[in-house]
């Protein structure tokens, strides 16, 4: 008589990344840092959730009032992803000299699909006008779906008002090393980023 073979039942994976509340609210918050990457064709934005990444440029410093647009893209999707909640932009700003300083910034989540880019919420932050900020800013996500290959993309506008000879400095490196301005021993950190809430699905 041939002998019954016994099939093991493996226990299911645990869910490791996520806390109580992520699971019965079933949302997931991902952190990503902002940086830039350079090659011999000019300097790019991108999005990791990796603070170890040393960005080619820490900060950028600005001597001039303007504004400038940055696209920061993260890696295009394998599998299908939902996003919806409320996100949350973090960064900082310092100038060489107090006084006479006005600086906020605009974010901006889209979605990338090939040829179509498609804006999903915006906020703008408090225009500050201390020489030295951290800017926190909350913003509403509706439920959005991306399907394999599309990409998602963080456009921030930084806004700037600079007194003639100063400059202001933004910080955008995920490992946190030094600015000029934007230092550990001003209180302030280089390592920008947004809060992304993802749909889980279990």
Not at 123 to 150: G, M, R, W
Not at 166 to 183: C, F, I, K, L, S
Request: aromatic share 12%; charged share 15%; glycine share 8%.
């Amino acid at each position: 008589m041939a002998l019954q073979q016994k099939i093991p039942i493996l226990p299911s994976p645990a869910i490791a990344s996520y806390d109580y509340f992520d699971i019965s609210d079933g949302t997931g918050i991902r952190t990503f840092y902002f940086y830039q990457n350079q090659d011999n064709l000019g300097l790019y934005s991108g999005l990791t959730t990796d603070h170890l990444v040393y960005s080619s440029s820490i900060a950028d410093a600005k001597t001039s009032s303007g504004s400038t647009s940055y696209d920061f893209d993260l890696s295009a999707f394998n599998t299908p992803k939902t996003i919806k909640g409320t996100a949350l932009f973090q960064a900082c700003t310092k100038a060489n000299s107090s006084g006479g300083y006005y600086t906020s910034f605009d974010v901006t989540i889209k979605k990338v699909s090939g040829a179509n880019v498609s804006t999903i919420a915006t906020a703008t932050t408090e225009n500050a006008s201390y020489s030295a900020h951290t800017f926190c800013l909350k913003i509403d996500v509706p439920q959005t779906n991306f399907k394999p290959k599309d990409i998602l993309r963080v456009n921030v506008v930084w806004h700037y008002t600079i007194g003639g000879g100063n400059y202001m400095e933004w910080g955008h490196d995920p490992a946190n090393r030094d600015g000029q301005q934007v230092t550990a021993a001003n209180g302030l950190f280089t390592a920008s980023f947004i809060k992304i809430p993802f749909k889980l699905n279990i």
